[in-house]
């Protein structure tokens, strides 16, 4: 069954995800002498040898994280056109990553943020920068450790697609989009309270 949420109901997901493998080549980070378990702020995310290990389907849309497309474009100028291609970033990688690859993000169908471990609010901020300054217009979408507690606050962040964590239950998480009626500050999808209700009238 599709873990994918979009319009407030489950639907089919036509897009792959396209993932680098593991080689055996990922370190123990540390932090003030502890194990860090997610990426820090501007950390490589692929090895080299993983983007180039990195096999794209050759057919169907395709998500496909950004250094992997930086690395691959010229072999794929022909699918970006036809609007097969996504982009996946990381909560980690500087959002300027992706701006540089594509001052103009409404020729990508599709962006995802993917996170790795919930850990901070990165991926509501990631969000509200693509939508508010960087005006996209298409699909974006939180993949990665996506749970039910937080698709309120990703679609007030400008989500609008959910791809819920493996182990929990897409149907049930539905109901969280909404969970507040009235929310008080101002949103990518709304204005403050106090310039919604007219006081004198409550």
Same mark, same amino acid.
């Given at each position: 069954?599709?873990?994918?949420? /979009?319009?407030n109901?489950?639907?089919?997901?036509d897009?792959? %995800?396209?993932?680098?493998?593991?080689?055996?080549?990922?370190?123990v980070? /540390?932090?003030?002498?502890?194990?860090?378990?997610?990426k820090?702020?501007?950390?490589?995310t692929?090895?080299?040898?993983?983007?180039?290990?990195?096999?794209?389907? =050759?057919?169907? /849309?395709?998500?496909?994280?950004?250094?992997?497309?930086i690395?691959? @474009? =010229?072999?794929?100028?022909?699918?970006?056109? =036809?609007?097969?291609?996504?982009?996946?970033?990381?909560?980690h990688?500087?959002i300027?990553?992706?701006?540089?690859a594509?001052?103009d993000?409404n020729?990508?169908p599709?962006?995802?943020?993917?996170?790795?471990?919930?850990?901070?609010? %990165?991926n509501?901020?990631?969000?509200?920068?693509?939508?508010?300054?960087?005006?996209? @217009?298409?699909?974006?979408r =939180?993949?990665?450790?996506?749970? %039910?507690?937080?698709l309120?606050?990703? /679609?007030?962040?400008?989500?609008?697609?959910?791809?819920?964590?493996?182990?929990r239950? *897409?149907?049930? *998480?539905?109901?969280?989009?909404?969970?507040f @009626?009235?929310?008080?500050?101002?949103?990518?999808?709304d204005?403050p309270?106090?310039?919604?209700?007219?006081r004198?009238q409550?």
């Amino acid at each position: 069954m599709s873990q994918l949420i /979009k319009h407030n109901t489950i639907v089919a997901d036509d897009w792959t %995800r396209v993932i680098p493998p593991t080689l055996g080549d990922e370190v123990v980070r /540390k932090q003030a002498g502890k194990i860090v378990l997610f990426k820090l702020h501007g950390e490589e995310t692929f090895s080299q040898a993983q983007i180039d290990a990195t096999d794209i389907p =050759a057919t169907g /849309k395709i998500i496909l994280p950004l250094p992997v497309w930086i690395a691959r @474009k =010229a072999t794929l100028g022909t699918r970006m056109a =036809a609007g097969e291609i996504g982009i996946l970033v990381a909560t980690h990688e500087p959002i300027e990553h992706l701006t540089e690859a594509f001052p103009d993000l409404n020729v990508l169908p599709l962006i995802a943020v993917f996170v790795e471990r919930f850990a901070d609010g %990165r991926n509501f901020t990631i969000g509200n920068w693509i939508r508010t300054r960087y005006h996209f @217009k298409n699909e974006l979408r =939180a993949v990665g450790d996506v749970l %039910r507690d937080q698709l309120f606050f990703l /679609k007030r962040s400008g989500y609008d697609s959910y791809l819920i964590r493996a182990d929990r239950n *897409a149907q049930e *998480a539905i109901a969280s989009l909404n969970d507040f @009626k009235q929310p008080y500050q101002g949103a990518t999808d709304d204005v403050p309270v106090w310039r919604r209700l007219n006081r004198s009238q409550l």
